[in-house]
């Protein structure tokens, strides 16, 4: 099949997780199109059949907001037309689904009919597809794609209740790639961060106020008081300066490194114990996920999609969004018991296995197979 792929081209799940599927459809024999307005991050490698198609936005003066949605419907009628694309696939509602409704319409003025597929992430829907701004746009375009798909049954389930939505939707959860997400020795790097073997707590994300990211301090702060232990904190975000200030006040400073943005996840994920994902919201997990793959229990809230990942007493617990006393009650008792903690390790490996790209790419490949068929 010949597939555009319209995604942010950021580090962001919905980034990572529609650069990971093109990579993984052109190992298969695809030709990939990403049509976005940067190289996206993890699009790292050359392979024959996949393409960048940039979407640059003209600064005229008389532009206080440069019309994006537009370029990238304009440059999506393009890629279309010339490379003759059997599907689109837009992960993000806002502006995605629209701006390729907008190219689905110009490009039957051709006589070429597009099937779309659109990918509900969760921000798309859980924060800003509610705002009312957003909310007749984001109806329209959910209803006018070919297929949907949800990246859990929650998310799937809260896009029914907040929107008034006609279409079927499809659950094709977050998927991890085993090769690349897995249990690295580096001993020396485990030794380096933890010289006492501390046991290692790590939080990787955006740092955006959704993560809830002082709660991972907080808890940090109350478990190191039962445990010798470290925190890594991984990435960055608005919350990030506030997170130091706090370590500052709960005097954890010095066993808490803020590590910033990382390529090589993987590699801090070998040296961890637990990993730490106390949301507000969340629809999947993909960073609790990409943990799990490296044998790294989740202590994580019990918001959104978490409970189809996390299972509560086998790969890790969850709590109540901010019950950081409860959090940190389950990770100490994770921690405390060599035996126990081996044990939730080999859980949260073998639960990951369930989310491995081999079993869910063929359903991406299905699912553009029933929407081309069908037009
Ligand atoms: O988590 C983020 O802040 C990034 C966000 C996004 O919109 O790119 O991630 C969302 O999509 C990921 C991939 O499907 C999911 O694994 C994340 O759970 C989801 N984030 C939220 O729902 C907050």
Redesign the pocket.
């Given at each position: 099949m010949k597939i555009g792929i319209v995604c942010?081209p950021t580090f962001?799940?919905?980034?990572?997780?529609a650069t990971e599927l093109g990579k993984a459809l052109a190992d298969r024999g695809h030709q990939v199109h990403f049509v976005t307005y940067n190289q996206p991050a993890r699009l790292d490698l050359f392979s024959e059949n996949l393409f960048y198609h940039e979407v640059s936005v003209s600064n005229y003066p008389l532009f206080d907001f440069p019309p994006y949605e537009l370029a990238l419907a304009s440059r999506l009628v393009d890629v279309v037309r010339h490379e003759q694309l059997d599907v689109l696939h837009v992960h993000?509602a806002i502006p995605h689904a629209s701006a390729a409704f907008m190219a689905k319409q110009i490009l039957m003025t051709y006589g070429i009919y597009i099937p779309v597929v659109t990918t509900l992430?969760?921000?798309?829907i859980?924060l800003v597809g509610k705002d009312r701004t957003f909310k007749p746009v984001v109806t329209f375009s959910i209803n006018q794609s070919d297929g949907v798909t949800a990246?859990s049954q929650n998310l799937k389930e809260d896009t029914y209740k907040f929107f008034d939505i006609k279409k079927d939707i499809l659950v094709i959860p977050?998927f991890i790639d085993l090769s690349r997400f897995s249990l690295k020795p580096k001993d020396h790097f485990k030794k380096a961060i933890a010289p006492s073997g501390e046991k290692i707590l790590v939080h990787t994300?955006?740092f955006?106020k959704?993560?809830r990211t002082e709660d991972v301090v907080k808890i940090f702060a109350k478990v190191i008081k039962k445990i010798p232990s470290k925190l890594l904190m991984v990435g960055d975000g608005p919350e990030r300066s506030m997170c130091e200030q706090l370590c500052r006040d709960l005097g954890v400073t010095d066993n808490v490194r803020f590590l910033g943005k990382q390529d090589a996840v993987e590699e801090i994920l070998s040296v961890s114990d637990l990993f730490l994902m106390p949301?507000q919201?969340?629809?999947?997990?993909?960073?609790a996920l990409e943990a799990m793959a490296c044998k790294v229990p989740v202590i994580s809230s019990n918001a959104?999609?978490l409970p189809e990942l996390n299972i509560d007493g086998v790969t890790g617990f969850l709590k109540e969004p901010g019950d950081v006393e409860g959090m940190a009650e389950k990770a100490i008792f994770i921690l405390e018991d060599e035996e126990r903690l081996a044990k939730f390790k080999e859980n949260a490996l073998a639960h990951a296995k369930e989310f491995e790209l081999s079993t869910i790419l063929p359903k991406y490949e299905n699912f553009y197979l029933e929407v081309i068929e069908q037009n």
């Open positions: 942010y962001g799940g919905s980034g990572v997780v993000y992430h969760g921000t798309d859980t990246v977050n994300s955006n955006r959704v993560k949301s919201s969340e629809s999947f997990g993909l960073a959104g999609g």
